[in-house]
C-alpha cells in the first residue's frame, strides 16, 4: 500500500534552513505527482510545493517562492523539501502527499489522496 513518512522537521531560529525528506513506498514515485503542505494551528492546510509527475514541473506558493526548492529522487523514491530563509510564519506542521497522475490544480489539497503523518517545522529564537 501507500506509504509517505517524512522526516526532518525541527526548531530552527528565522534565517536558518531545514530539509524535509518524505520516503515513499507501495507505488512507483514518477506515476505520482507529489507535494508538501502545511498547517499551522487553527489554519487550513495549504499548498507549499509539488513536483508533478509526467514532466517533473515544480510549482510553489507565492509565500515560499526564492526560498524552498523541492526536488524528487525516483531511484530512492524519496521528495525532498529545502528550506532556506526560515521565517516564524513558516511554522506548522509539513505534509507530504502524492496523487496518481497530474492535476489542473497542483497545490490544491483536495487533490491528494495520499498522505504522511506529518513533521513539525518551528521558526523561533
Known amino acids: 500500500q501507500v506509504q509517505l513518512v517524512e522526516s526532518g522537521g525541527g526548531l530552527v531560529q528565522p534565517g536558518g534552513s531545514l530539509r524535509l525528506s518524505c520516503a515513499a513506498s507501495g507505488f512507483t514515485l514518477g506515476y505520482y505527482t507529489i507535494g508538501w503542505f502545511r498547517q499551522a494551528p487553527g489554519q487550513e492546510r495549504e499548498g507549499v510545493s509539488c513536483i508533478t509527475s509526467s514532466d517533473g514541473r515544480t510549482y510553489y506558493a507565492d509565500s515560499v517562492k526564492g526560498r524552498f526548492t523541492i526536488s524528487r529522487d525516483n531511484a530512492k523514491k524519496t521528495l525532498y523539501l529545502q528550506m532556506n530563509s526560515l521565517k516564524p510564519e513558516d511554522t506548522a506542521v509539513y505534509y507530504c502527499?502524492?496523487?496518481?497522475?497530474?492535476?489542473?490544480?497542483?497545490?490544491?489539497?483536495?487533490?491528494?489522496?495520499?498522505w504522511g503523518q506529518g513533521t513539525q517545522v518551528t521558526v523561533s529564537s
Open positions: 502527499a502524492a496523487r496518481l497522475g497530474n492535476t489542473f490544480y497542483p497545490l490544491r489539497r483536495q487533490e491528494y489522496g495520499y
